[in-house]
């Protein structure tokens, strides 16, 4: 996995953004004062590129999360702009910031389908009725207004925010949350969410800087056009199923090698078989497997997954007398590492399964073994060509009985 698609990166790059911004807030504002009606407009522009990606990428969710950002950035250009404290212009803050993570939250305990599906005219529909009914709870209870600013319950510290404090606290609970499914699943969808958290936390609890919902709206569009970005990279250069580069990303990096490389290409043996006995599902955990362990190959290999149950370790500034170790070492841990297999009666509730994971029991293992072939740049003049050759040798690993290393002659 590439350091941007890092679980670390993809917190610390959104939150070191909004910190340079806090660092040069003055000197960015008096430097785009001739251009404030573009600072105002630029959010609707970049998130609306945003959703434009989301929808092309097929990413809902993502799509629902700008669709939100959006509302709120037209509440908060349409009804927050006067003095918190002038009508009912409070209430709709708190009620802003109460909705905003609880919708955030939501949408990633939801399917993940189209916008123009059914369910996504659902999603419209269920913000319509929201936006609905905050709107009948101003007119009708604007009085809140007054008691929510009063109230010691929501006690404020206004030389830092207007914020309440329980509301703060709710916030940074609410991006905690985000952030440990960053680090849990780290998948884009999550990495949206925390993107919109985080804008919209900075733009309420610092809702008296000027401009700041501007800009934090505009930071936000760009990370999510950046998280659609790194989406279509990571859709076009990593395997689905096992999380390593895949052959498109292979073949990108043949075109970048130096004078010495070693290639080895490798094959789980008898996969049909068995595929064929324990099943597909056990068989894409041999893969997992498999790819897991050449990941953490020694002597500064690069993991790709070739093809079905083929794979290619790719050694830069290396000869194969230096990688044959390697290789030998990596053919042992895969040979002797006990594989569980999937029980065939598991539990298809959760809380089944949660009530099963305490219990001991004696796990059926396998062993699944592995054929080597490799070849390196001093016979053969192009990467191709090498590649070609790694090939032909584990062709003739697999002849010689398999579970073994052949290289090219």
Not at 101 to 107: A, C, D, E, F, H
Not at 191 to 215: E, G, N, P, Q, R
Not at 235 to 242: C, E, K, M, N, P
Not at 315 to 333: I, N, S, V, W, Y
Request: hydrophobic content about 45%; aromatic content about 10%.
């Amino acid at each position: 996995m590439g350091l941007l698609h890092s679980p670390l990166a993809r917190l610390g790059v959104p939150l070191l953004i909004f910190l340079v911004f806090a660092a040069g807030y003055h000197p960015l504002l008096a430097s785009l004062s001739p251009y404030l009606n573009l600072l105002y407009a630029a959010p609707f522009y970049l998130l609306f590129t945003a959703l434009l990606l989301s929808h092309l990428f097929k990413s809902a969710r993502v799509g629902m999360t700008v669709v939100i950002l959006l509302i709120s950035y037209t509440v908060i250009l349409t009804r927050l702009q006067s003095p918190l404290t002038d009508g009912t212009t409070y209430l709709e803050y708190v009620l802003l910031v109460v909705l905003l993570p609880i919708n955030l939250l939501y949408i990633r305990i939801t399917r993940d389908r189209k916008l123009t599906s059914l369910y996504g005219l659902l999603f419209f529909a269920a913000m319509a009725l929201e936006i609905g009914w905050g709107a009948l709870l101003v007119m009708q209870y604007g009085e809140l207004a007054t008691w929510l600013y009063q109230h010691p319950v929501f006690v404020r510290t206004p030389a830092f925010s207007p914020l309440p404090l329980l509301l703060i606290v709710m916030l940074l609970i609410a991006l905690c949350m985000a952030a440990i499914r960053v680090l849990h699943k780290n998948s884009v969808d999550d990495h949206a969410t925390f993107i919109a958290l985080t804008c919209t936390s900075v733009t309420v609890i610092f809702f008296d800087m000027a401009y700041v919902s501007s800009f934090s709206f505009a930071i936000a569009g760009l990370l999510l056009i950046a998280n659609q970005v790194a989406f279509s990279h990571q859709l076009a250069f990593l395997d689905g199923l096992t999380a390593i580069p895949s052959r498109r990303a292979l073949q990108d990096e043949l075109k970048h090698l130096g004078r010495r490389h070693t290639i080895a290409m490798l094959d789980v043996d008898h996969f049909k078989r068995f595929n064929d006995t324990y099943g597909h599902e056990t068989g894409d955990d041999v893969l997992k497997l498999v790819a897991s362990l050449l990941s953490q190959c020694e002597g500064g290999a690069s993991a790709f997954r070739y093809g079905g149950e083929e794979f290619t370790l790719l050694f830069k500034g290396k000869t194969t007398d230096q990688c044959l170790p390697f290789l030998d070492a990596l053919r042992e841990d895969i040979a002797q590492y006990p594989l569980v297999l999937r029980e065939e009666n598991r539990p298809t509730n959760p809380s089944e399964g949660k009530q099963k994971r305490g219990q001991k029991k004696d796990s059926a293992t396998v062993h699944v073994t592995v054929s080597i072939g490799f070849a390196d740049a001093s016979q053969a003049s192009q990467p191709d060509e090498v590649l070609q050759l790694a090939d032909q040798a584990l062709y003739k690993a697999k002849q010689a009985g398999r579970n073994c290393i052949r290289g090219s002659e």
